[in-house]
């Protein structure tokens, strides 16, 4: 884990956030899941630090997998659906992603890629956060790197530093919180730091986003897809 810290935010603890929500998940359909757990304790952090947040589980936004055949006859499904509707109500989202053969789930790829079909789709312009636990060394960072791939291709800002916690079958105490002290330190700053940039960009006036997909030599309709985000007005 690789981190930044915001001298304002913590030398002014006190100081009253601006409204942000956030929308967090762990990306595994175990109940038990060490990502669901750290999705939990990055909730409670960032209530603490002033956000909102709507907590979510990976069934929810659980689809078939992909099939534009599908998609013609029946429509997006209902999965998809609530994940388009949370990300369109926060301000930014953050997801706990377990690593699965070096890559990410194919539960949260497949979400993502049904998701993608909406247009406007709603990943454009959002900021994320993403985060890993596993009881390997790597704390499934290798997998986080897989991850940012679909979201910053489809236009989300993809905070630069990402938090994985290695041998999470045993970092965590029975409060739900990371036992060693370091490690819950950086993780809670570094969630700070990321409310931070998620309320700036939420505020800043006249703040605009154009997100291009073009996979052709030429622009034409099946190879293309251009949307402008909306203009932000100060708040």
């Not at 669901?36 to 997998?65: H, N, W, Y």
């Not at 690593?99 to 194919?106: L, T, W």
């Not at 960072?141 to 897989?146: D, N």
């Amino acid at each position: 884990m690789h981190g930044t810290m915001s001298p304002r935010r913590l030398d002014m603890t006190n100081e009253k956030r601006c409204s942000v929500k956030l929308l967090v998940f762990g990306a595994s359909l175990r109940e038990a899941s060490l990502n669901v757990r750290l999705a939990s304790l990055a909730a409670r952090i960032a209530e603490q630090k002033g956000a909102t947040v709507e907590r979510s589980v990976m069934t929810d936004f659980e689809c078939p997998s992909y099939d534009m055949d599908a998609e013609l006859s029946t429509g997006i499904p209902s999965g998809a659906q609530k994940l388009r509707e949370r990300l369109i109500a926060a301000d930014g989202f953050m997801i706990a992603s377990p690593e699965y053969n070096a890559s990410i789930p194919g539960v949260l790829k497949n979400a993502i890629d049904w998701t993608s079909r909406f247009r406007p789709q709603p990943f454009n312009g959002k900021q994320g956060f993403v985060m890993a636990a596993s009881p390997s060394m790597t704390g499934g960072k290798i997998g986080l790197w897989a991850l940012r791939q679909p979201l910053e291709h489809l236009g989300a800002r993809v905070y630069p530093d990402m938090f994985a916690l290695a041998q999470a079958h045993q970092a965590f105490n029975d409060s739900g919180r990371i036992a060693d002290a370091k490690l819950q330190h950086w993780f809670e700053t570094t969630i700070d730091c990321f409310i931070d940039l998620v309320e700036a960009s939420k505020h800043y006036p006249n703040l605009k986003k154009q997100w291009v997909e073009f996979l052709g030599e030429r622009p034409e309709a099946a190879t293309t897809r251009v949307e402008m985000g909306e203009t932000v007005a100060a708040g």
